[in-house]
């Protein structure tokens, strides 16, 4: 049997009202949660990179460092190595000069040449060829000249000669 | 007139005050200082990518400083570290002179940063521009070669001996390390 006219409404645990407040609730936790874990993840992504450019900047640097060490070396070895090339080109000039200076009738039998000093062995058919065509340039060359004759059978004479460079002369 | 609020709508405005303060307590306490970490750490970040920047660029122009000079100085940085070897010598300058010798390197003398080696030379030459054409060739050769004082020529019939000291030169490697540290 009835008592009522109308159908008993159904009687739920959470009423559409708060339904609709815990949606609310949720949509705006949710934004909030998100832009947390936005924020969170980004600064992280941010400090991991720092570590990054730090550590990429310091590898970096010891690299400048290294290779201005291998360039400074790089320009020793240059410096070191045209020092060189030039002493033998002088040197080379020097002994063309020297031969170049002796006459024809000069006969050279032996040259000794050292830094500072110079020592030839001979033979002239005159002192005054040796004079005149090699003594003279060599004076002009060296501070100190010395020669020595040994009369020769045949009439010419065979020659020490002995010249020097006085280092204190040069530099001034 | 009578107001009348129903228990459900005490319960719905009690929840909403309870939201509003733990919205307000997230924002305050955690939201605002995350924010303002990320503003910090991209600030930072802009900061130090602008210094690596400066380094990367300063990198750039030693590393090309370093490229150029290795190009252009190649055989005297291989002539440095190449060891000296006698046979290869000997045979490479031999058409220089009529006969060619050299005596055993010597133990080397550290000269700053390079190592140097003496050997004793004695040749046999047609005329004095086999000499000059070994000094020229010296220069090119695979070591740094010094000719040095006392040279001494000698004639023996129609050719010339001569005998000379010459220096070779090698990169000391310690040095080379040490300076790069």
Redesign the interface.
Known sequence: MRNSFIKPRVKTLI?P??KL?FFF?SI??GM?LT??TF??V??VM??S??AE??A??ET??T????????????????Q??EG??T???V??ES??NL?DLVPQRI?????????DELVLYGITPSKEVYEFLLLAPLRSIFHRSYTSYYAMDNGWYSFVSKNYLDRELAVQ | MKFHISR?MI??LS??VV?LIV?FV??FA??IP??K??RV??M??KK??Y??DL??S??DK??G??KN??AD?RH??G??TTIFNADRFAKVHAQHFESFSLSELSTPVQEG??ATYEVNTSTLINS?QG??DF??A??KSDN????N???????DANLIKSSFTMHV?A?NQQ??NA???
Request: proline share 2%; net charge negative; hydrophobic share 45%.
């Open positions: 009423s009202e708060f407040l609730f705006t936790l909030l832009s947390y924020l969170k980004k600064a941010y400090e990179n720092i450019l730090q990429k900047g970096l640097k690299d400048i460092i290294s290779m201005n060490g291998e360039i400074t070396f790089i320009e020793i070895e240059k070191h190595a060189i090339y002493s033998n080109t040197l080379k002994i063309h031969f006969t050279l039998s032996k040259a000794d040449l050292k830094e | 459900q319960y719905i929840l909403s939201f919205v997230f924002a955690v939201l995350m924010g970490e990320y750490a991209r930072e970040t130090v990518a210094h690596v380094i990367q300063e990198y030693v590393y400083k370093l000079l290795k100085n005297v940085i002539a440095y940063d390079f004095p000499f000059y000094l020229d010296v220069n740094i070669v010094s000719v004082f006392p040279i001494h020529f000698e004639r030169y990169a040095e080379n300076s790069q540290e």
